[in-house]
């Protein structure tokens, strides 16, 4: 039974929001090794949170890229389909309860780290612009579309684990306009670098050009994203100092496997990532994450 599951103490709200965020930590626990091992060098009071926010995106991600039309539904069916899941997230967010047990947990978070729908309004018109009718070649994206894209489906999932992380912190404007720019740093490096390693699967399975370009990727091309991507990752390296103790390891080591993952694609020519989804092997990942957990502890010493 759940209850014997998540224990019997609290009200029924809260048994059910327990379930909730066992029902999110599966999520991540089936869908990222990576983000589940970064996750687990948080401090327990975000943990779970971080967690939800990832389960709602992880679900909102597969109505657009193929469990909905895998399992029949056309292409205006997956538009309505995530169209209800964001009408059902936000009603979630003013309540506090739905009976999607992810969308409950995620309402949850949100309630608590004041994450509204400035940034949830944002990252469902990315996700809605990846079902849109297109002609059968392939769907390019502008220099303006691509950026507009990366705000709503990356940076802003950084600027709601930021909220997390911020939620009991006081900081001067200053500082929380830095935090912000490297939060939006962040989710944009993780989201181009992710556009390269999934080269293949976007261009045959997809039919979508995330990265602007008209054909085939070349090394010239590679190695223009290579240089932005190394330039996001160093921005936000910038604000680490500014994060609290608790939240800093898993931001580092979340970095640091990103940093692995660009300089291995860059090694390999662009045609070959049409045929190669580029990894970080487990032991490698281990190593990147132990070495954020000791340079944290010795900063949190000095």
């Avoid at 009200?11 to 930590?25: I, K, N, Q």
């Amino acid at each position: 039974m759940i209850r014997g599951s998540v224990g019997d103490a609290g009200s029924p709200l809260a048994r059910f929001t327990r379930t909730s965020e066992l029902v999110a930590g599966q999520v991540i626990g089936a869908y990222s090794t990576s983000f589940g091992l970064a996750t687990s060098l948080l401090g327990k009071r975000h943990r779970s949170h971080v967690r939800n926010i990832y389960a709602l995106v992880r679900v909102a991600d597969e109505i657009v890229d193929g469990v909905a039309s895998e399992a029949g539904l056309s292409r205006a069916e997956q538009r309505a389909a995530l169209e209800r899941y964001a009408e059902d997230t936000h009603l979630a967010m003013r309540t506090g309860f739905s009976t999607d047990l992810v969308i409950h947990a995620f309402a949850r978070t949100a309630r608590e780290a004041g994450i509204d729908e400035s940034l949830t309004g944002p990252f469902f018109d990315s996700m809605g612009t990846d079902v849109q009718e297109t002609p059968d070649a392939l769907a390019v994206h502008t220099e303006d579309s691509h950026a507009s894209y990366v705000y709503g489906s990356a940076e802003v999932v950084g600027l709601m684990c930021l909220r997390v992380f911020m939620r009991d912190s006081e900081v001067t404007d200053a500082d929380r306009a830095r935090l912000e720019a490297g939060a939006k740093q962040l989710g944009a490096a993780f989201q181009n670098i992710n556009f390269l390693r999934d080269l293949a699967d976007d261009t045959d399975r997809l039919g979508r050009g995330y990265l602007g370009v008209d054909g085939r990727l070349t090394d010239a091309d590679r190695d223009r994203w290579v240089r932005t991507v190394r330039a996001q990752l160093a921005d936000a390296r910038q604000v680490l100092p500014l994060l609290p103790v608790d939240a800093r390891a898993a931001v580092r080591s979340a970095l640091a496997l990103f940093q692995d993952l660009t300089s291995r694609i860059d090694r390999l020519p662009a045609e070959e990532l049409y045929r190669t989804r580029v990894r970080v092997p487990d032991a490698v990942k281990l190593q990147l994450a132990s070495r954020a957990v000791v340079t944290t502890l010795r900063e949190g010493r000095r």
